[in-house]
């Protein structure tokens, strides 16, 4: 059987970089890495976790498919000058027929839903998203 945890780490990792961001916005913010993921632990090397990369990873990404802008890198520490795409923000706002905002609906899930939750709810705000 396939192992898609790092895939419910993604939902969790990518929803809780869209909520900080739609918290501050529209002003640009700093995302750390540590904030999202959680403590680090780089090897003897010095080299990050997996952990820690998968989660730069899911910034990058979302910075790749425009669902969020950011200039540059900091190290491999956080993302500078951050903000929610223009299409991004209008999907967090927006109002299901129960009157919750998708913001809303996605800070109970990645507060306290479980896994199965958190990807149905990020599979359909990303493809409202991409459409």
Not at 6 to 26: C, E, K, M, N, V
Request: proline letters at 5%.
């Amino acid at each position: 059987m396939l192992d898609d945890l790092h895939i419910h780490d993604f939902y969790r990792d990518a929803g809780r970089i869209l909520l900080a961001l739609f918290q501050r916005f529209p002003a640009p913010a700093t995302i750390y890495v540590e904030d999202i993921a959680g403590p680090d632990t780089p090897d003897e090397f010095g080299l990050h976790s997996p952990r820690h990369l998968a989660c730069l990873g899911a910034m990058t990404w979302l910075k790749q498919c425009g669902y969020i802008h950011f200039p540059q890198l900091v190290r491999q520490e956080a993302v500078e000058e951050a903000t929610l795409s223009h299409r991004s923000f209008l999907v967090l706002v927006s109002r299901g027929e129960d009157g919750v905002s998708n913001a809303e609906k996605l800070d109970q899930v990645v507060r306290g839903g479980s896994s199965p939750q958190l990807e149905e709810l990020m599979v359909g705000l990303m493809a409202r998203l991409g459409s």
